[in-house]
């Protein structure tokens, strides 16, 4: 997996203080996308043992709510092993933190994935340019929901979470 930067302190990606994982490879190229640069799933640098110490400290620290992934698309095929391993070390060291995932994918679509059942918090679907709503809290077009994963498994329908 390739990643183009941990972001520390971030206050805009979820809930909190968090640190931030963008990683590269996006195959959804929405129409003005924050982030064009992240597409190219070859960008960025490798996501190495040195990246990796360097997002576990930033997230240990007391004040760090949790962390988020972004990118790019961490749900793209090429990240999907790299990211949920992540996860899990986070669930195992660091059972405290919130995990946050923004992805292109559907809920529909990758519900069933065992490992989406570690994420608290899910921002999904596409950008969409026609329905761009800067008043929505942590996603950019009014057809993305912010989800609660745990609560939408329980349930077996969607539950968005509470800002």
């Known amino acids: 997996m390739n990643y183009h930067n941990i972001t520390k ?3 805009l ?14 195959t959804h190229h929405c129409q003005n996308c924050q982030n064009p640069i992240t597409w190219d799933v070859t960008g960025g640098l490798p996501f190495d043992k040195a990246a990796e110490d360097e997002l576990f400290e930033a997230l240990s620290k007391p004040h760090c709510s949790g962390i988020t992934f972004s990118g790019g ?13 992540l996860i899990k070390r986070i669930r195992q060291e660091l059972p405290q933190k919130t995990i946050w995932l923004y992805t292109g994918f559907l809920w529909e679509e990758i ?11 899910l921002c999904e679907g596409k950008f969409v340019q026609d329905l761009a709503d800067t008043k929505i809290h942590w996603v950019g077009s009014s057809n993305q929901r912010v989800m609660d994963v745990k609560k939408s498994l329980e349930t077996n329908s969607i539950v968005l979470h509470e800002a």
């Open 9 to 11: 302190d971030d206050m």
């Open 13 to 26: 990606n979820g809930d909190g203080l968090r640190t931030v994982l963008w990683v590269a490879g996006c």
């Open 73 to 85: 698309d961490p749900l793209h095929p090429f990240n999907r092993e790299e990211v949920f391993r």
């Open 111 to 121: 519900k069933d994935i065992p490992e989406i059942a570690d994420i608290d918090v």
